[in-house]
Structures are given as structure tokens and as C-alpha cells.
């Protein structure tokens, strides 16, 4: 065994003046996160590129709707509650911006009103998706255009929830106990995730939305 | 001892030449792509058994080498940059060998692909093929309607003549394989395809269902058997024909079994009023060389174990048991055997 | 053994006894049961894992000796189709998805925090509740089998015979969820292990400094992140199509739903599955060369981009499995050449390795041996594997027992051959005692000689017509020889694993006792005591070079000031591993098991109705709340951004450690 | 702890049973009393003392997969889709509705798939094995949600059509109130 003599020769380095925590792509939860997004970022691409592949076995996309009368021959699915829904996610961007920028400043006003007012409306869009599915025309087990554009949808609205619950319980944090360090940094966070949320939205708007009229 | 050395020899005496009795052998091709992929498969073969050896050799090498030299202490030793120079060139020169390796084989991969795909010619005979849990139907294909011939788990096809196959499924995915004729094309429901063979000697080359399709995936095989051309119309001809009146009073009353059983319900004989097609089609069933999709030899005894108590040849079969009273079971099988 | 015991001093020689105390303190579990269910310490979980995945490999081993009894003779009648489909396929479904990957996984959980010198994963309750989720997922899928509800369609469960149509019951819905589960866990470990290799890396260790096994790891982590999303589809796809009050109509060509399709996604998660599996095995072989060569790896750069050119190209070639399906031409003739383009980096290693032995003075170990044997068959596996890249010759033998051949000669050889080597060479890090050389010997030769004899026959029995996956074959096919030669063999191959099991567990309790580094080797990980402290190292080592126990360790600077009253670690950056910030990790919870019992009783009752949805995800919503409250409950600092990352004192010492700095010491 | 140990060892084997008795696939089979079918009353109304409760076999196949997805193939196989369609009836009555003319219980359907009845049901006497005659059975009654759900077949590979057996609601069986004879399907 070595001696302590020789042990004190040791270089130490101090770490303990470092920060505690970070707010930025320094920190490990920010990683988590945006690996987390990879991961359901395939899972989103997989299920669009299904979505195409199926296209390809019809000769019209959607296929019309032959079970009613009068016969709907090119049922696209309808625009208007899913134009609200896209505006309304671009809208909540801001907010969230808002939110995100004061928790760099630890402004806790700002973060309070950024959440609360983003942690609405992600509300009001996931009331609005449930009406959105019928504008679909098709039902999920109708044919493979429905369940594929449903699972699409129901992703999606699957991760608004998950998305309005991680806001939501953020937001009661800071109006129960203030903000601190390590939630300005999970705000942050949760401010990725929203963002990407929104972009798989705009994704989907074309896919789902757009591209049957045009392909 | 003399067993293992037996089993080697044996092993060896397989490894070139096939099983015997065996007519399901990709080593043992005779059709025009089973040549040409068995001509690739050996240039592979050598060329990665070289390789392979010489892999070997330089681990053994590495190995023995070490023994001859005192074991080093557990003290690493970092080369120097002189002493890595001779392994980067080596390892450099290597993996430029093995890029050429693989280019060499993808040319001659891909050139054998296109002999291959060069027999997509038209051909007369037409067949199509559906899988069924667990058996072949076969349709030849006739521009004459009347002239259709379905038969099952044994085609008859012309020696050195292109045979088209065209694919589909009645169910889940089957795979048509004939590995002395040609690899193998799957039938996925929803997915119609074509696969061309050419025998170029006559003789019964055996097939065998290679995607796994449920509880008797292991019972569905096939005869592919290759004739002269005279002696292959003279069997088509024939197949054309309905199936003969019965005689003798027991063939008869075996008809009457027949057609006031279960039997109508799923089989058809042509000439009858027993159409259905959910079982294989029997109008010529006693000429086949084997029942239930090959599983056992065509003989009045096989024929009865399996119309009484199929479930036990082939656990999970569609076709049902049977409870048929001997006399009964006695005449259909007369009735059956006048079907050649 | 005479291997002298080389020491790196003690860092807890240089700490204060009290600090060390409530280290110890503050990195412990609690007591007892209570101790276990919350625990999420890495190196518990992990060796929970291991052994789990060591179970299964011997559960999945038994229904293999119950398939080579059945298939040793023809027309046999010791199982009927129905359990030998059951049989084969969770035989396989357990190998993959319950043996292979989690146990590279699961080294990983346990090896990459020591060898990357921190004190824990990046997020320890979400990797306990990975291992909770997994052992779900295990627990399913056998306790159908049990239940004779075991899956029977293959493990790679193709529509339409998997589909509502065809498969009653609820065998592929069972099938299908646990698939899901597995894959949550496999991803959880993923992100760990990218997270704790980018941001928990020791100071020093900047990118070209990594381990070879590390850089293994990750390699394999982003190939699960990007592949198995592709399975979670298929697995989710499939039981939608045959959920009651669900009906949808993925696979159901009648109303425009593809059967292909199914394949597509599957194999896109299939195929990079193989090098998942394969990639933390040649992680293994690297390391241990290295260590019993006495010198460093040879081609380290070559070998870490053939590691990440075979992540690329590992997704660049799913439709070989598809070559006999209606796949136009032209696309199968790229995923051929993709397919052969794979053998190069594989061959660089292989190269690498070679000269690595040759340039050194190998020590002939037990870990030695089996990476010596991994050599042998893995070499054949892959040159099979060129054969099957190639069209003409797949069409001939795919779904062949080839093929069964080769796959077994890839995986066996090329994972658990080299996963043999791993235990023996890190069994004296995870126990503190050495396994014995002497049974070790008998263990490789039984099974290297069994598994010759069980799966080279397997190439002839392919090539001469025998399909994959038959329950039985007549006496016709002249198959009944070569067959027998292979049962015979599995025997010897379980013999093989007794062994190895009676090495494992008398050597855990009367081995040689190892030491810190009884291998002479050059990772972090031999430099802390065996087993480790759960706190792993008292004091975080830094790294100067890629081996840095062989570069004079006992000069390089220690880290201290970490919190001895929380458990904290050291986040450094990405690319050159410079300190940043202390973080908090999660201390022991509960919740991780709260979280996987309600994970698995969706995946169970998922199986009967999909109105656990739901329920489930309320119940879900709670315990995240919980954990989300209670876990962060401590009260926090307030900091404005700009106060961060900002020295403090300029030219503190070991912020700014770069390569050759050189801080002055401070004692 | 050991009361959950012992909860544990009471339900495990009452779940294993249940699920085996489900997945079970006997392909040699027993089927359930075909003798005593062939006395079954098709209606309530019964001069003297009813004889009904013990002519009535209980069918076994409502609980096993693999019966009810056999009976659902027998059903297409056998032609029984070409008048009652997939269950929402046409030229025959509908089989997914609460109303049966002959008797809603397994027996009762058995008799009249073997005897046949009147305005054109066949006898199919001779022409089923009973075992197979049984599934049908089974399938059919799971076309009303009386067979048991977790063991009822899915959507089939066809263009959708009516709810898949396993997805039905269940409908009790009642009898018709007017005699057979005057029931016409519509």
C-alpha cells in the first residue's frame, strides 16, 4: 500500500465553487429530454411514412365514402378546426417563449403568465382535437385511411396531455412554492418539448390536412 | 471410434453430394437458376473459406507465437509509432483487399441476379399457384375456360420448357420453394406474384412451404414433377378429364358416402355434384403419389387413416375426424381409388 | 495467480473521515427489503438485470433442448405443433428481447459510470424503473406460457397469420405488449447511457479519450433510439388490428391495409436489432484484447468510426430479410451492396484486433479465450452473412435452418461469446473475487464444442432443404442425422452453462480475492475497490490519455467538492469534458416500482381490453405527480442565469484542466 | 406479506386454468353431447311439466378461441354468410339480435343446424361432423356477445363489415313471442 506521503502529492481540483445546477444544454435533464424527442420523433416518422405507404394501395386518397348517400367522392378531411388548432399551437408558442426567456432572468411573474396562459390554451386545443377527429369523416376501424389518420391524431393528442400535465404541474409549483433553480431549468425543458410538439402539429397539418388535396 | 469416424466421413460424403434420396437439395440443382445460384453459392463459398482460413491461421499464429516467448509481465508496453507502421500498412492493405472481395462478389452477385431475372420469358404453361393452410391448389391456366384444370400438391410440368407460377394466397403468408429448381418466392395475401422454373431434366423434385404459416407448417409440401413434353400432355389430358363413373356396386355405394357426408362439403370431383373448394380438388386424387399436401405415400391404407383420424397425421388440419362405419369407409375407399 | 497488485492510491486516504462517513452515508440504501425495492443505485439495478437476463437465457435454453429432443429425430412426438410453436417462439422472443439486449444493457448500466469515472447514472429513478418495466415484460410473456396463452407466431410475428383472422385467442396480443414493455425499458437504458457518457464523463476524458466499450455503448444507444420506435410501431399496430372495440385495419388488405408493411417496420427495427446486440460484444472484445495484449487497442480511431459507420449502415439494410417477398429489383439490388458494405467495418475490426494480439504478448486468460472463440465464429458467422447479402443465394437459402445456422453463429459467437468473456473479466470488479480459470476451461470447450456440433450441421441441414421453424420432418428427407448430431450437441452446450453456473456462484463465495485491478488493466473502473463503494469513487479521478491507469495515474489530479450530504456528480462538457456544474441525481424511491406495477398491469389488461387506457393513464398522471412533487421537494436555490458558469475567481484551479494543464497542487 | 403470498397462490391457478381453457387447442376433440341436442324444445311454451333445464348441454367452445375463430371459418366455409350474411341476416333471420324463432340456447341452435327448419335453414345432418357443428355454434352466439368476449374472434380479413364478434355488446337471448311457423325473416 502507498503511503500517505505519497498520497498528498495528488493534484486536487475543487469543484465545490461550481454551480448547482444549469439552464441550458449544459444540463443532463435537457439531454434526457431531447433524446426522449428523438425517440418519439422515429416513432412520428415511422407512422407518416406508414401513412404513405398505404396511399399507395388506393387510387384515390382518402377513398370516397361509399356507405351513405349521397356518396362523398373525395371526402378530404375538413380545414377548419384543424387550421384553429394550428394557429392556436403557433399562438402558444409565445407565451411560452415569454416563459421561457424570464426563467434565464428568474423572473417569476413572466413565468407564471408564460405557463398559465400556454398551459390554456394547450387546453383548448386538446377540447378541440376531440371534435377534430370527426372532421376526419372516416371513423378508425372504416378502413386503413381512418385508422392510420386516427393514430396520427391520437398521437398527437396524446402528447398534448402529456405536454398540458407537465405544464400544469409546473405551473401549480410556482404559485404553491415560487420559482427556484432547478424549475426555471424543467420550464426551460418543457419549453422544448412544446416547441417540438407544435412542429409535429405543422407536420401533421400538412400530412393529414394539406396532402390529400394535393396528392 | 468407429461410429464418429463413420459420422465424419458421412458428414464429408453429405456435404458433397446431398442427401441421399433426397430430391429437396439446393446442392443438387437441376434447373437453370438453381445452376446458376449454385455456381455463385460455390464461388462464395471458396472465396470466404479462404478467408476464413486465413483468419484462423493468423489467430493460431498470434497464439503459438506466444508460447514460444515468456509470458510478459502485467506491465503494458505503448508501442512505438515505428512498431505500429508495419500493422497500418498491413491492416490498410487488408481492408483494401476486402473492399475488392465484396466488389468482386456484388459483380458477380449481381450479374447472376440478372441471368436469373433473363428467364422471365413467355412461356405456354401457366399455373397458378394458391396457398392454402396447408396445402397447394394448383389452376392451369387455359385461354379455353373448360379447359382450366385445378388439382392439388402435384404439378406436372414439360422438361426444359419456362413454367410460369403465378402466386397468391388464400390465407396467411406461404413460400414456394423447389430448391433443385429454383430459390423461393413468398405468397403474401393482397400481394399477387409470378416465379418461373425450368427443369431441364425429367424427374420429381420436391417443395416445401419455407414461410411460417401455423400449427402444420411442417406438413406442406409438394411434387414438382418434370416429364417429356408427349408424356406431360398425355398427363394434362387426362387431368382434363372428369372423374370416371364407378362400376362396381361398392364403388358406387362409396360414392353415395361420399356425396351424404362431410366429404362434399369442402372437396370437389369434377363430373360430380361435388364442387366445393375448400379442400384439395380429388378428381384424380388416386393418381397422386402422396396425401396430405406429401405427408404421407398414396395407398388405400394411408388414404383411410387419414379420412378417419386426420388430427393425428397432421394435429390441427382443417379437415375434421371422421366416424364412419367400416363397410361405409370400406367403399368410399373403393370409390376413391377409381379417381387415378 | 501472481498478479502483482498495482495501486493507485486510495482516495479516501486523502478525505476526512467524517466526510467520508457521510458519503457512505448518503450514497447507501436502506435496509433490507425496503432497501432493495428502492434502490436505484446503478450498479444494484444492474446486477438485478444481469441476473435476470442470465434466467431468461437459461429459461429460453430449456425450451431450445426441448426443440433439439423434438426435431433429433424424425416424425417425433414429444411436443405437437402447438407448444412447439408456443416453444419456439418465445424461445426466440426471450433471447431477443429479454436476454440479448438487456444484458448488454445491463453491463453497460453497470461498466459505463465506472469507466467514465462518476457516481451514478444521469437519471437513477428512471433506470430503476426501467429494470421494474422489463422484469414486467419477462413476467408476462412466461407466465403466459404458463398459462398456455404463450405466443405462437414467431418472434417476428408476421400478418396476416398474427393478425385477428388467424391468431385466436390472445397468445399474439401478449406477444405484442410485451414487446412494448421490453422496448420502454430498452430505450430508458439508452437515454441513460448516452446522457451519463455526454454529460458525466470524468474531467479530461474529452471524446478521443473514451473507452472503446463506452463508445460501443453509445453507438448501440442511438441505434435503439432510432430503431426500436420502428417495433413499438409494429407492436403497436398489430394489437389495435385485433383489440376488441379497436378493429382497425392496419394489416387487412380488404380495406387497404399491407401485410408487407408490417414486415418493412419490423425488419427496420429487426435488422438494426442484430448489431444492437452485436456492437457492446465487440465493445467487450476491444476491451478485453486491449487489457490481455499488454498494449493499447491497435486502430482505435479506425475502430470507433467502423463502430459508427455500422450504426449508419446498420439501418441501411432491413430488406435482405425480405428478399423472397414482392420488393422491386432495384431496391433489392441497393440493400444488397448495403449489405455487403457492412462486412467492411466489421472486417476493420476484426483487422484491428488481429494486430492488437500480434503486436502484443497476449496472456492466455479465460477472457482471452472466449474472445479467441468469438473470433473463430463470429468470422464464420459474418462470411454466411455475405452469403446471404447476396439475392440468388438468399432465395435459395433464407428460412432455411442456413440461416438458423448463421444467425446462431453471429449471436452466439459473435455476442455471447464475448458476453462469457465479459464475466469472467469483470466478475472480480462486480463480486471482489476471481472465477475460477480451471472450470472456466471446461465451461468454453463444452459449449465451444457443443455449439459447433448443434449449429454447423444446421448449414448442410439448410442447404439440403430443411425449412426454419417445423415442428417435425419425414424420414424421407434424409435429415434425421445431421439433426441428431445437432441435438446431441445442445446438450453438451447445457452442460456447458452448469458449468459456468457452478463457477459463477462457488467463486462468488470462495474465490481468490482479486483486488482493485487484478487483470492489470488500463479503465477507470480497476481503479476503485472491488465491488465498488456505492458511491464509486470518493474522490472523481480526472484523464489525461485513453488508458490512463497505464499512463501514470497515480500523478493525475483528483476531484473533489462534491456534496458529501447530497447525492451529487460532476456534469462536464460534451466534447472535451471540462467540470460545468455539480447536479443532484434522484436519491431512493419507491416510485420507480410504483411506476412499473402500473406500467405492467396496462400491458397485462391491455391484452383483454383497451379500456385500461384510461384508467391507466390516470393512474400514470398520479405517480408522476408524486414523483415530480416530492422528488425536487427539497427547498432550492435562487440564481439568475447570467450568475452561472461564470468563474467565480478567475483562474481557479481545474476549471480550466485542458489536456496538458497542469494545476498546482493544493495540498 | 404472506397473506399476498397466499392471495397470490389461490388466484394464479384460477387464472392459469381460466387462460389454458381458452387457448386451449385440442385439434382431437370430444365434442359436448350431441345425443341429448337431439331432444331440444325450441320454444317455452310446453304442454305439462317442463323438461327444458336438464335437456339443455352447456357448449364449452364459448370459452375457447380457438373453437369460436374454427366456427367463424366453418360459418364463411359453409355458406351460412350467403343467407344470414356476416350475422346481420338477410335472406335468413339476423344472428347478432337479441330475438331467436327457434331458442337462443347452444342446443337449440345445434338442433337447428343439424334438423334444419322450415322456409329454407337446410338440415345439415351428415354433412358437419357434431364438433364442428358445435363451433358454429359457439361462433354464432358470439355474433350476439354470448360467447365469452376474451375468446370471440376479431375483425376477420374482409371488408369491414358488422361489429367483430369480440367487440359486440352482449344481447340476451329471448324468445320469440309468435309461434315459429309465423315468423318470416324480413
Not at chain 3, 426471450?94 to 451514478?120: C, D, H, K, Q, S
Not at chain 3, 400478418?159 to 422496448?183: H, I, N, Q
Not at chain 3, 463457477?503 to 479503465?523: C, I, Y
Request: aromatic content about 12%.
Amino acid at each position: 500500500m502507498t503511503t500517505p506521503a505519497a498520497e498528498t502529492s495528488r493534484t486536487i481540483i475543487d469543484i465545490s465553487k461550481l454551480p448547482s445546477s444549469s439552464m441550458d444544454t449544459r444540463s443532463p435533464i435537457w439531454w434526457g429530454n431531447a433524446l426522449l424527442l428523438c425517440i418519439e420523433t422515429s416513432m412520428f416518422m415511422i407512422v407518416t411514412v406508414s401513412y404513405f405507404y398505404f396511399r399507395r394501395n388506393f387510387a384515390q386518397w382518402p377513398p370516397p365514402k361509399i356507405d351513405q348517400l349521397p356518396v362523398l367522392y373525395h371526402p378530404v378531411p375538413k380545414l377548419v378546426l384543424a387550421t384553429i388548432d394550428l394557429a392556436l399551437l403557433l399562438g402558444s408558442v409565445i407565451p411560452m417563449v415569454i416563459a421561457d426567456r424570464a426563467c434565464l432572468k428568474m423572473d417569476e411573474a413572466k413565468v407564471r403568465f408564460g405557463a398559465g396562459l400556454a398551459l390554456l390554451i394547450g387546453i383548448a386545443v386538446i377540447t378541440i382535437r376531440f371534435f377534430e377527429f370527426n372532421s376526419l369523416i372516416f371513423r378508425w376501424n372504416d378502413n386503413v385511411y381512418g385508422s392510420i389518420t386516427w393514430t396520427l391524431l391520437g398521437l398527437h393528442l396524446m402528447h398534448m396531455m402529456i405536454l398540458c400535465s407537465e405544464d400544469g404541474l409546473m405551473f401549480v409549483w410556482i404559485m404553491v412554492k415560487g420559482l427556484d433553480d432547478k424549475h426555471a431549468r424543467d420550464i426551460r425543458v418543457t419549453a422544448v418539448y412544446w416547441y417540438w410538439v407544435v412542429a409535429i402539429w405543422v407536420l401533421l397539418y400538412v400530412v393529414v390536412f394539406l396532402s390529400p388535396r394535393f396528392l | 471410434m468407429k461410429t464418429l469416424r463413420g459420422q465424419l466421413s458421412a458428414l464429408l460424403l453429405l456435404m458433397l453430394a446431398g442427401c441421399a434420396g433426397n430430391h429437396q437439395s439446393a446442392l443438387d440443382p437441376h434447373g437453370a437458376q438453381a445452376y446458376t445460384i449454385h455456381h455463385l453459392f460455390q464461388l462464395f463459398f471458396w472465396v470466404t473459406l479462404v478467408i476464413y482460413v486465413l483468419v484462423l491461421l493468423a489467430v493460431l499464429y498470434v497464439i503459438v507465437r506466444r508460447r514460444r516467448e515468456e509470458p510478459a509481465a502485467l506491465v503494458a508496453e505503448i508501442p512505438t509509432a515505428q512498431s505500429e507502421k508495419r500493422s497500418t500498412v498491413t491492416v490498410g492493405a487488408l481492408v483494401v483487399l476486402t473492399i475488392v472481395i465484396l466488389f468482386v462478389l456484388l459483380v458477380f452477385d449481381f450479374s447472376a441476379g440478372r441471368t436469373i431475372a433473363a428467364l422471365r420469358e413467355n412461356s405456354d404453361v401457366q399455373i397458378k399457384i394458391t396457398g392454402h393452410q396447408w396445402w397447394w391448389e394448383a389452376t392451369y391456366e387455359d385461354p379455353v375456360a373448360h379447359q382450366e384444370m385445378t388439382t392439388a400438391n402435384e404439378f406436372h410440368i414439360p422438361v426444359g420448357s419456362v413454367v410460369r407460377f403465378d402466386l397468391e394466397s388464400h390465407d396467411v403468408i406461404h413460400s414456394f420453394w423447389v430448391p433443385e429448381l429454383h430459390g423461393k418466392k413468398d405468397l403474401i395475401p393482397g400481394h399477387p406474384t409470378s416465379v418461373w422454373l425450368k427443369a431441364d431434366k425429367p424427374g420429381t423434385y420436391e417443395g416445401q412451404c419455407a414461410e411460417f404459416c401455423g400449427a402444420q407448417h411442417a406438413h406442406m409440401r409438394f411434387l414438382v414433377i418434370a416429364e417429356p413434353r408427349d408424356k406431360y400432355n398425355a398427363w394434362l389430358d387426362h387431368a382434363r378429364q372428369p372423374a370416371p363413373e364407378p362400376v362396381f356396386e361398392n364403388e358406387k355405394h362409396g360414392k353415395q358416402v361420399f356425396m351424404g357426408s362431410t366429404c362434399v362439403m369442402c372437396h370437389a370431383i369434377a363430373g360430380t355434384s361435388a364442387g366445393a373448394g375448400l379442400g384439395p380438388d380429388l378428381t384424380h386424387v388416386a393418381g397422386r403419389l402422396s396425401l396430405a399436401a406429401g405427408t404421407i405415400p398414396n395407398n388405400p391404407g394411408h388414404l383411410a387413416g387419414w379420412i378417419i383420424d386426420p388430427q393425428r397425421i397432421k394435429p390441427g388440419v382443417i379437415m375434421p375426424q371422421h366416424n364412419i362405419p367400416p363397410k361405409d369407409l370400406r367403399d368410399l375407399l373403393a370409390y376413391l381409388e377409381t379417381l387415378k | 495467480m501472481t498478479v502483482p497488485q498495482t495501486t493507485f492510491g486510495s482516495p479516501e486516504a486523502l478525505m476526512r473521515d467524517a466526510d467520508l462517513a457521510q458519503l457512505h452515508e448518503t450514497w447507501s440504501r436502506p435496509r433490507g427489503l425496503w432497501g432493495w425495492l428502492v434502490t436505484t443505485n446503478h450498479k444494484d439495478i444492474a446486477e438485478r438485470y444481469i441476473v435476470t437476463a442470465f434466467i431468461f437465457f437459461i429459461l429460453a435454453g430449456i425450451l431450445a433442448v426441448i426443440m433439439r429432443i423434438q426435431l433429433a429425430v424424425p416424425e417425433n412426438h414429444f411436443v405437437g405443433p402447438d407448444l412447439y410453436n408456443q416453444i419456439f417462439t418465445v424461445h426466440g422472443t426471450t433471447m431477443m428481447f429479454l436476454f440479448a439486449v438487456p444484458i448488454m444493457e445491463a453491463f453497460a448500466l453497470y461498466l459505463v459510470p465506472l469507466m467514465v469515472g462518476t457516481r451514478n447514472v444521469a437519471f437513477p429513478r428512471l433506470n430503476a424503473f426501467g429494470y421494474f418495466t422489463y422484469l414486467a415484460g419477462g413476467l408476462q410473456l412466461w407466465g403466459a406460457l404458463l398459462a398456455n396463452t404463450g405466443p405462437d407466431t414467431g418472434w417476428f410475428a408476421y400478418v396476416p397469420l398474427s393478425g385477428p383472422a388467424f391468431a385466436p385467442g390472445k397468445r399474439v396480443d401478449v406477444w405484442a405488449d410485451m414487446v412494448t414493455t421490453t422496448e420502454i425499458s430498452a430505450l430508458v437504458g439508452a437515454v441513460e447511457i448516452i446522457v451519463t457518457v455526454f454529460k458525466q464523463r470524468a474531467v479530461g476524458m474529452s471524446l478521443n479519450r473514451i473507452p472503446v466499450y463506452v463508445w460501443a455503448m453509445v453507438v448501440t444507444s442511438f441505434m435503439i433510439i432510432f430503431a426500436m420506435p420502428a417495433v413499438m410501431t409494429a407492436s403497436g399496430f398489430l394489437p389495435m388490428d385485433r383489440m376488441p372495440h379497436v378493429n382497425t385495419h392496419f394489416f387487412n388488405p380488404a380495406e387497404g391495409g399491407d401485410a408487407l408493411l408490417y414486415q418493412h417496420v419490423f425488419w427496420f427495427f429487426g435488422h438494426p436489432e442484430v448489431y444492437i446486440i452485436f456492437i457492446p460484444a465487440t465493445g467487450f472484445v476491444s476491451t478485453i484484447i486491449t487489457t490481455f495484449s499488454r498494449r493499447p487497442i491497435f486502430g482505435y480511431i479506425p475502430i470507433i468510426l467502423s463502430l459508427i459507420a455500422t450504426g449508419f449502415i446498420g439501418f441501411g439494410l432491413w430488406v435482405h430479410h425480405m428478399f423472397a417477398t414482392p420488393v422491386p429489383n432495384l431496391g433489392q439490388s441497393f440493400f444488397t451492396a448495403a449489405s455487403m458494405m457492412i462486412a467492411i467495418p466489421a472486417g476493420v475490426q476484426i483487422f484491428c484486433w488481429i494486430a492488437t494480439l500480434w503486436g502484443g504478448k497476449p496472456v492466455l486468460k479465460m477472457p482471452l479465450v472466449w474472445v479467441l472463440g468469438f473470433i473463430a465464429l463470429f468470422v464464420l458467422g459474418g462470411l454466411t452473412g455475405i452469403m446471404l447479402a447476396s439475392i440468388p443465394i438468399d432465395l435459395q437459402v433464407h428460412d432455411t435452418y442456413f440461416v438458423v445456422a448463421h444467425f446462431h453463429y453471429v449471436l452466439i459467437g459473435g455476442a455471447v461469446f464475448p458476453l462469457f468473456g465479459a464475466v469472467y473479466y469483470w466478475f472480480p470488479k462486480m463480486t471482489g473475487r476471481m472465477m475460477s480459470e480451471k472450470l472456466g476451461l471446461w465451461h468454453f470447450w463444452l459449449f465451444f464444442i457443443g455449439f459447433n456440433m448443434t449449429f454447423f450441421p444446421m448449414h448442410l441441414l439448410g442447404l439440403h432443404g430443411m425449412t426454419r421453424r417445423i415442428y417435425t420432418y419425414l424420414p424421407e428427407t434424409g435429415w434425421g442425422m445431421l439433426n441428431h448430431i445437432a441435438s446431441s450437441g445442445a446438450l453438451f452446450m447445457g452442460l456447458g452453462v452448469l458449468v459456468f453456473l457452478y463457477n459463477a456462484l462457488v467463486s462468488m463465495r470462495r474465490g481468490e480475492v482479486a483486488g482493485e485491478n487484478p487483470w492489470g488493466a488500463a479503465t477507470l473502473e480497476w481503479t476503485t475497490t472491488s465491488p465498488p463503494p456505492k458511491y464509486n469513487y470518493a474522490l472523481l479521478p480526472t484523464v489525461r490519455g485513453r488508458y490512463p491507469l497505464w499512463e501514470n495515474f497515480a500523478q493525475t489530479p483528483l476531484v473533489s467538492g462534491l456534496s458529501t450530504d447530497k447525492r451529487e456528480v460532476l456534469s462536464t462538457s460534451i466534447l472535451d469534458a471540462q467540470p460545468e456544474h455539480r447536479y443532484e441525481i434522484g436519491t431512493d424511491s419507491i416510485l420507480p416500482l410504483l411506476m412499473g406495477i402500473v406500467t405492467g398491469i396496462f400491458f397485462v389488461v391491455l391484452v383483454f381490453t383497451p379500456w385500461i387506457v384510461p384508467i391507466c393513464a390516470g393512474g400514470w398522471f398520479v405517480v408522476m405527480a408524486i414523483w415530480f412533487w416530492i422528488g425536487t421537494g427539497q427547498p432550492q436555490e435562487k440564481h439568475k442565469a447570467h450568475e452561472y458558469h461564470e468563474p467565480r475567481s478567475p483562474g481557479e484551479p481545474g476549471l480550466s484542466l485542458g489536456s496538458d494543464a497542469n494545476p498546482s497542487p493544493q495540498t | 406479506m404472506k397473506r399476498l403470498a397466499l392471495v397470490i397462490l389461490v388466484i394464479a391457478p384460477i387464472v392459469i386454468s381460466e387462460s389454458c381453457k381458452r387457448e386451449e387447442r385440442a385439434y382431437r376433440i370430444q365434442p359436448p353431447d350431441a345425443e341429448v341436442a337431439d331432444a331440444v324444445p325450441v320454444t317455452s311454451f310446453q304442454v305439462g311439466p317442463s323438461t327444458q333445464a336438464a335437456t339443455m348441454p352447456s357448449n364449452p367452445y364459448e370459452n375457447n378461441a380457438y373453437a369460436l375463430t374454427e366456427g367463424q371459418r366453418l360459418f364463411n366455409a359453409m355458406n351460412c354468410v350467403g343467407c344470414h350474411f356476416h350475422g346481420g341476416g338477410g335472406i335468413g333471420p339476423p344472428l347478432m339480435d337479441s330475438t331467436w324463432i327457434y331458442g337462443g340456447e347452444p342446443a337449440q341452435i345445434f338442433d337447428t343446424i343439424i334438423r334444419g327448419r322450415p322456409n329454407g335453414m337446410p338440415s345439415f345432418r351428415n354433412h358437419l361432423q357434431d364438433s364442428q357443428a358445435w363451433m358454429i355454434v359457439a361462433y354464432v352466439r358470439s355474433l350476439s356477445g354470448n360467447a365469452n368476449p376474451n375468446a370471440a374472434p376479431g375483425r376477420d380479413d374482409n371488408m369491414n363489415g358488422p361489429i367483430p364478434p369480440a367487440s359486440i355488446k352482449k344481447q340476451p337471448a329471448t324468445q320469440s313471442s309468435q309461434p315459429p311457423s309465423t315468423v318470416m325473416p324480413s
